[in-house]
């Protein structure tokens, strides 16, 4: 393999499948992931990266002289961000394929999936082959909808 080669990602693929349309807090995520290779490569781990942010707006009604006007603020913060190893090492042959299951518990105190006129909570992840030495191969980012 060339230098420039170890500045691209592998030819693979991984695609994150779910038991259920809805996750629990209680159950954790689970699911399989589906890896597949096109060359040979080494990977570290495969894991599923999960991160949930709020998003909240607040609006007020502000009287300046005879005028009144409306003040809105809006605000975005991460309340959690997580790596959860499925898999260690693994060896990709060209042609390779396994579906991997998964089982990821979640962390406590975190709130499911929320949504109204001024307050979200939105649930995201995305599965990733990890590669030493080179750009990792990822799926899409996804949303899910987790409850109690």
Not at 118 to 138: F, S
Request: glycine share 8%; aromatic share 8%.
């Amino acid at each position: 393999m060339g230098f420039l080669d170890r500045l691209k990602k592998p030819k693979g693929t991984i695609t994150v499948m779910f038991d259920k349309e809805y996750q629990s807090l209680r159950e954790g995520l689970t699911g399989t992931l589906n890896v597949s290779a096109s060359e040979e490569f080494e990977s570290e781990e495969i894991r599923l990266e999960v991160w949930v942010n709020e998003w909240t707006q607040a609006t007020e009604q502000k009287k300046q002289g005879e005028q009144t006007i409306t003040v809105t603020a809006k605000q975005t913060k991460q309340l959690h961000s997580g790596k959860y190893a499925v898999h260690g090492r693994l060896d990709f042959t060209d042609g390779f394929t396994q579906d991997v299951p998964f089982q990821v518990h979640l962390p406590p105190g975190i709130p499911p999936t929320y949504q109204s006129q001024n307050a979200r909570n939105t649930w995201m992840l995305k599965g990733v082959i990890a590669v030493k030495g080179r750009p990792d191969i990822t799926s899409h980012d996804m949303e899910i909808k987790v409850t109690y």
